[in-house]
């Protein structure tokens, strides 16, 4: 009864405000087609809202420029996928099994999920630069290795950069090469990310080879 009440008490979301919120998210999915397919920074306003296939004055009821739209796009993206990492990976307390598991399961979007993974290409380097999504999240876990005795790599953001790196390439060349990039693959990356963060060599092994957890549906 309790709940039945306060699913009654919670404010309506008028018909305005839901179509306000398609229309926003068909111009942040059109965003995130764009940069998959290299076309972001080439891409005009005007193709912006072809490829979301509203109204060219109806873009600025939402953002002023593109670049704000790309950033959004790229903070939502990014953030949704550290929150399902996070969920799957919930429990696990060592911090190298946590970069482990997340490096196996992000590694792994290049056929589960290669729309994000055409998107991460796009973007490049530049996620290095956002405040929120999957960077802080493989920073907070390098920086709490190295806290634990587990990581004994000495600069966490220097670290990040060449995991981020490798990671990058590997969906490249999933994208170039698609035969040559597997599981295996992904998880000989991963071990051997571990072992750049100063973890002893058997060890990476067993953590890039423990069953993963399920991940849910994006």
Do not use: C
């Amino acid at each position: 009864m309790a709940e039945a009440a306060s699913a009654a008490d919670a404010p309506k979301v008028s018909r305005l405000d839901r179509r306000k919120a398609r229309t926003r998210q068909a111009l942040i999915d059109a965003a995130v087609r764009l940069i998959a397919e290299g076309r972001g920074d080439r891409a005009s306003i005007q193709e912006i809202t072809e490829e979301a296939d509203i109204g060219f004055g109806s873009f600025y009821n939402h953002f002023d420029t593109k670049e704000q739209l790309f950033q959004t796009a790229t903070e939502e993206v990014l953030e949704r996928w550290g929150q399902l990492i996070d969920r799957a990976s919930a429990g696990i307390t060592d911090p190298a099994e946590l970069f482990a598991v997340g490096t196996r399961i992000t590694g792994r979007l290049g056929w589960t999920h290669p729309d994000i993974a055409g998107f991460l290409v796009g973007a490049g380097l530049a996620v290095l630069d956002i405040p929120i999504g999957l960077v802080p999240r493989a920073l907070r876990d390098i920086q709490a290795g190295q806290a634990a005795g587990r990581f004994t790599a000495p600069d966490a953001e220097i670290a990040l950069s060449a995991a981020t790196g490798g990671m990058l390439g590997l969906f490249r060349m999933r994208q170039r090469h698609p035969e040559r990039v597997t599981e295996t693959t992904v998880d000989r990356l991963a071990e051997a990310e571990l072992r750049l963060l100063g973890v002893p060599a058997g060890e990476a092994a067993r953590l890039a080879a423990l069953p993963l957890p399920p991940i849910e549906a994006w």
